[in-house]
């Protein structure tokens, strides 16, 4: 069962902890990096000795006395409590019972399930759900709470970008068709940006790539000035990108004019395909 606790690993763990440490008073601080939910409130003296978070993954929930699951996808998290000798499990399941139904949360499960001898608590509010499954280790009760917000992945690149992305990771370079300019200019055209956040996509999704970001161009005109106009609107397509996020530090420009062409100049589709974007891998 996904995210939820293991018994076998579960002892381990305890068994590697002295007793005192169990044996907390409140106030005493909970694990580092961790932080009750602010969905519900936790029991006072219960501490959090384990936690985890995810922005995106699949998690189980038990929905019947049988133990079936529910797999839930979104984003969510998981934290694991220990409570003083002195709270009793029914005192915990009827405290988290009731607080959860204050805030308001419908019972989808609630009590014993089919091997597992202590309760559980299931709970829905809309997209929002709350899992939670008692548990002990001798005298020790514990509990695991896991919160999950049901949504859909955010899809973070396109079928284009992903292309790009293979391309650039199997060759080293990738030639870029699309990023426009004004005649003789280096000014961006606005039919650019499905390309440039396609670029900027490969780059937020790999960030320890560094890229060289080339400008070329055909032949028409003086060399002299497509070495100089190509510098400039490689420089364009860099600034566009730091402008949205990407550290300057990743990228450097070249500006190659008219001496590298891949078609023939001698032809409107040869000098369209000279006239390029390149990435180069670093």
Not at 28 to 47: F, I, N, W, Y
């Amino acid at each position: 069962m996904a995210n939820m606790m293991r018994p076998t690993a579960f002892l381990v763990f305890l068994l590697a902890m002295s007793v005192p440490a169990w044996a907390q008073e409140p106030g005493e601080p909970d694990a580092e990096g961790c932080k009750p939910s602010p969905l519900v409130s936790r029991m006072t003296g219960c501490q959090i000795y384990e936690c985890s978070a995810k922005d995106f993954d699949a998690w189980d929930v038990v929905i019947n006395k049988a133990g079936e699951t529910k797999s839930l996808e979104g984003s969510g998290d998981h934290s694991k409590f220990a409570c003083p000798a002195t709270v009793s499990h029914l005192q915990l399941q009827r405290n988290l019972e009731a607080a959860l139904q204050k805030a308001g949360y419908r019972a989808v499960f609630a009590g014993r399930y089919e091997g597992h001898d202590r309760a559980a608590i299931t709970v829905q509010k809309g997209a929002q759900w709350i899992f939670v499954q008692l548990t002990d280790f001798n005298e020790f009760p514990v509990y695991e709470q896991t919160t999950v917000l049901v949504k859909q992945m955010a899809q973070e690149m396109s079928a284009t970008a992903q292309a790009m992305s293979d391309a650039i990771a199997k060759s080293g370079k990738l030639d870029v068709y699309g990023i426009t300019f004004a005649t003789g200019q280096a000014a961006i055209t606005p039919a650019s940006d499905a390309v440039l956040n396609d670029v900027l996509a490969v780059l937020t999704a790999n960030p320890d790539w560094r890229l060289r970001i080339e400008g070329h161009t055909d032949n028409v005109g003086d060399k002299a000035a497509n070495l100089k106009l190509s510098n400039a609107r490689a420089a364009a397509v860099a600034a566009w990108l730091t402008g949205r996020g990407i550290d300057a530090t990743r990228l450097t420009t070249a500006g190659l004019g008219d001496t590298q062409p891949v078609g023939e100049n001698t032809t409107e589709d040869g000098r369209a395909r000279n006239r390029r974007v390149v990435l180069v891998k670093q």
